[in-house]
Nanobody, 118 residues
Framework: VQLQASGGGLVQAGGSLRLSCAPS????????LSWYRQAPGAQRELVAR????????????RYADSVKGRFTISSDRVKNTVDLQMNNLLPEDTAVYYC????????WGQGTLVTVSS
């Protein structure tokens, strides 16, 4: 199983980036899709999680307090992708971002670096 993540890069504070992850396995209603991040010297933390297609489809969404109102997670079962739209980025959002897929097993992507300059 591969999780191909893309969209990281360097952006100025206040800017936006969109991360995308394309798992090599199918996304179903029961699949839990998440984005985590790990800053230098810090533990990996949950950024956002979606299941059941998200709130618009009667599913669930969860966000870390630090990103609420700025980040939006979404999934597309047709394209088989999970995206993270990041707006109003702050220097403290700088980290390696990891895609995570959980079915009856858990899978991790290779990570994509997001750097926010002040």
């Amino acid at each position: 199983v591969q999780l191909q993540a893309s969209g990281g890069g360097l952006v100025q504070a206040g800017g936006s980036l969109r991360l995308s992850c394309a798992p090599s396995i199918g996304i179903y209603t029961s699949t839990i899709l998440s984005w985590y991040r790990q800053a230098p010297g810090a533990q990996r933390e949950l950024v956002a999680r979606i299941s059941g297609g998200g709130l618009a489809r009667g599913g669930t969404e969860r966000y870390a307090d630090s990103v609420k109102g700025r980040f939006t997670i979404s999934s597309d079962r047709v394209k088989n992708t999970v995206d993270l739209q990041m707006n109003n980025l702050l220097p403290e959002d700088t980290a390696v971002y990891y895609c995570n897929v959980r079915t009856n097993r858990e899978y991790w992507g290779q990570g994509t670096l997001v750097t926010v300059s002040s």
